[in-house]
């Protein structure tokens, strides 16, 4: 890392951060309970196993099996709220920001939800979360969603079960940033973006920060994701909009649009950062990777580097502790590279103890 810029970033969040509270969010809709998994490689007692480290390993049996068959014991290590607006909405609630969190909790809500629920200034059920099996490796994840519900989510259940009684409008009018998450999820979500965008962002009295995390949409089309960039600059008239990818997402992006993908160097994340903000005619477009982070605007686009850990205790979230930070950077109208910054210290914090930083606790670890 460079030790100029964490500088520069603890200076300007110590001097920032009391304004934390001050600041509302909203947040919605997807909340998911995760079954974590890790796979066994080899059992060495009944008691003890060494696991299947990488997504490779696990590639190289899962190839072994064509046209046969396989069995491997996976061991559940726990049940915990997730999701993007979940896992986001954790970061953004434990740095102490109002957050107002409209999502799938079920109802009654799901006990998951319980740590998460108490950290809001405001919880709304929308409908029955989704559930995520959750295989965990060093390198990274594999995630089977069973949200199938997800597709009662249109317009007309918006009116019916966000949108009567107007505290979704109150909360947004209230709001300094707007989160909406995991469009890959939710068939009819365009559908909805632009519902909202006509029934509430129009009526806005102000201009917020509309921050979107895509999760992963290559199940989606082409033609369904080209109609999604479409409507995405449609949120630029109601506030500044920054689109958030991983690495896998950004390349899925420049593929359908015919852009040259990123190949990991700056000089690369940069450019493609830059070309899809042009394209989607928004604020900002960032690239998040796991030992870096990039973001461009119209003036120009850089690339950090984080605090890498190697064997993370957790990794499913990182992406969404990310976003936590980098949007309260926004907030704390820090400049470009000091906000990337903050999204990879919020991810690190987040990876090195499998939970969310708060504010004290996050300029504690630049410190350190």
């Not at 079954?35 to 899962?62: H, K, N």
């Not at 409209?102 to 939800?113: D, I, L, V």
């Not at 008239?237 to 593929?255: D, H, I, K, M, Y």
């Amino acid at each position: 890392m460079d030790s100029i810029l964490l500088n520069k970033t603890a200076t300007s969040f110590a001097e920032k951060m009391a304004i934390i509270p001050e600041h509302t969010i909203v947040a919605g809709f997807d909340a998911m309970v995760d079954q974590m998994v890790t796979v066994v490689g080899e059992r060495t007692s009944p008691q003890s196993y060494e696991a299947l480290s990488t997504i490779g390993d696990f590639g190289v049996w899962a190839s072994a099996c064509a046209g046969k068959s396989g069995l491997r014991e996976a061991v559940l290590s726990e049940e915990v709220a997730g999701g993007c607006s979940q896992n986001m909405g954790d970061g953004i609630a434990t740095f102490g920001f109002q957050l107002h969190a409209y999502a799938s909790f079920g109802e009654p809500y799901h006990s998951a939800f319980e740590g998460y629920i108490n950290k809001c200034y405001r919880a709304t059920s929308i409908m029955e979360p989704g559930t995520v099996t959750c295989y965990e490796f060093d390198d990274g994840k594999l995630m089977l969603a069973f949200l199938s519900h997800f597709a009662e989510i249109t317009p007309a259940y918006l009116d019916q079960h966000l949108l009567t009684g107007g505290s979704y409008f109150q909360s947004c009018q209230a709001a300094s940033a707007i989160v909406l998450t995991s469009w890959s999820l939710f068939p009819f979500m365009t559908d909805c973006w632009k519902h909202l965008q006509e029934q509430v962002l129009s009526k806005l009295s102000h201009r917020p920060h509309i921050y979107s995390d895509l999760a992963d949409p290559s199940s989606r089309s082409a033609d369904d994701i080209l109609e999604m960039l479409d409507t995405l600059k449609g949120f630029e008239v109601a506030g500044r909009t920054s689109l958030s990818l991983n690495g896998n997402e950004a390349n899925q992006l420049a593929r359908i649009l015919t852009i040259e993908e990123a190949d990991g160097s700056f000089e690369s994340l940069n450019r493609l950062a830059a070309e899809l903000r042009d394209y989607c005619q928004i604020s900002e477009v960032g690239i998040h990777l796991v030992k870096s982070a990039t973001a461009a605007t119209a003036e120009a686009a850089e690339t950090v580097v984080g605090p890498y850990c190697a064997q993370p205790k957790k990794s499913v979230g990182a992406g969404d502790r990310f976003n936590a930070g980098y949007l309260t950077g926004l907030l704390l109208d820090l400049p470009l590279a000091e906000r990337l910054q903050l999204g990879t210290l919020s991810s690190g914090f987040f990876v090195r103890n499998a939970r969310s930083a708060s504010a004290a606790e996050l300029l504690q670890f630049m410190k350190e």
